[in-house]
């Protein structure tokens, strides 16, 4: 029993502290609200795609439409957390074999729509950077409230920094205890040479206490965390001084591709 009353404690956790930072996201910009957002981290295994998907959850809990979008094609991950399977994916779309419509999944959850991708893609670096991949998020994005795209880790492919020029934002997800601190400040050096809009940095695995959600601010621009999930703030102000991140949010604008 108490084990069961553990891992419900958790779930609830986790479920309260991805509203915290869905908050945030919607927070970071207040001219221009944020609809797509893709999820990074410096390396396998951080939580970037666990945080992508329960983000995704909150968000359409929430009673908006959200898709969830499968782009690390070399180690897919949402299709077994989403515990849903694609006939038709990614590839498929753009070479126009289907139609989006009938690639997008349906899944348990209202308002929740997935993306998935086919395995062993070709070039998936080439495929992100075409002209066919940044028409496919101008149409996700026309038809639902928020796009989350999982991306695959910064610290081995170009395909962050690529998803980044095409989204509103990112958010770079930091493992506690796990990332050292150079591999994170070389992810961040990397996104910022692709000129992306770094919302906040999300620590993952971490133990949170009963009131410790809260957002991190430098120079007046708001930095999210949820720190239920995610590390407290001076954890996020040593990744982004020590890489001279500029602080993003309030009312920049963001440039796409």
């Given at each position: 029993m108490a084990a069961k009353k553990r891992r419900g404690d958790s779930k609830l956790a986790v479920q309260n502290a991805m509203k915290t930072l869905l908050a945030n996201v919607r927070f970071a910009s207040v001219d221009r609200p944020i609809q797509s957002l893709a999820i990074t981290s410096s390396k396998p295994k951080e939580g970037k795609s666990t945080t992508a998907y329960n983000l995704a959850c909150a968000i359409a809990s929430s009673g908006a439409s959200v898709v969830l979008v499968e782009c690390d094609m070399r180690r897919r991950t949402l299709a077994s957390l989403l515990r849903v399977?694609?006939?038709?994916?990614?590839?498929?779309?753009l070479s126009e074999q289907v139609a989006l419509e009938d690639a997008l999944v349906k899944t348990d959850q209202a308002n929740l729509f997935f993306l998935d991708c086919e395995p062993q893609i070709p070039n998936p670096a080439d495929i992100i950077a075409s002209r066919r991949f940044a028409d496919l998020m101008a149409r996700l994005?026309?038809?639902?409230?928020?796009?989350?795209?999982?991306?695959?880790?910064?610290?081995?492919?170009?395909?962050?920094?690529?998803?980044?020029?095409?989204?509103?934002?990112?958010?770079?997800?930091?493992?506690e205890n796990f990332t050292k601190r150079s591999e994170a400040i070389a992810a961040v050096e990397q996104l910022r040479k692709g000129d992306v809009n770094i919302i906040g940095t999300v620590m993952s695995f971490c133990d949170g206490t009963s009131n410790d959600y809260y957002s991190y601010y430098s120079k007046g621009a708001a930095h999210p965390v949820d720190s239920s999930l995610f590390a407290d703030s001076e954890a996020v102000a040593r990744v982004e001084q020590a890489s001279g991140a500029r602080p993003q949010g309030g009312g920049s604008r963001f440039a796409k591709r």
């Open positions: 399977h694609a006939q038709h994916g990614l590839y498929s779309v994005e026309s038809q639902f409230r928020y796009v989350i795209v999982d991306t695959p880790p910064v610290g081995a492919f170009v395909d962050a920094a690529e998803v980044g020029q095409l989204v509103d934002g990112v958010l770079f997800v930091v493992r």
